[in-house]
């Protein structure tokens, strides 16, 4: 099972992102995926998970302002980051809480 993310990069505040995780090896409609995000001397922090049946649960600092997605037919899920701040600049990890698999991470950095 791999997972790997794409789509960080730097964007001023107020911007926008979406970040991907292609999966392989699995497939992802049928379990819980999430998205995690670690800055710089912080602890790792959920950000937003998408259950297997559909419902999605989002961290209150990101609530309104990113979705969590998934294409099945790419097998890929997504996460659209609108309205970003400076705060959430971190390394953006992809999860598959089912079997303690993590992808590499991609930067984020949101800065003018």
């Known amino acids: 099972v791999q997972l790997v993310e794409s789509g960080g990069g730097l964007v001023q505040p107020g911007g926008s992102l979406r970040l991907s995780c292609a999966a392989s090896g699995i497939t992802t409609s049928s379990y819980t995926m999430a998205w995690y995000r670690q800055a710089p001397g912080k602890q790792r922090e959920l950000v937003a998970n998408l259950i297997s049946g559909g419902s999605t649960n989002y961290a209150g600092s990101v609530k309104g302002r990113f979705t969590i997605s998934r294409d099945n037919a790419k097998n890929t899920v997504y996460l659209q980051m609108n309205s970003l701040k400076p705060e959430d600049t971190a390394v953006y990890y992809c999860?598959?809480?089912?079997?303690?698999?993590w992808g590499q991470g991609t930067q984020v950095t949101v800065s003018s």
């Open positions: 999860f598959l809480p089912v079997l303690n698999v």
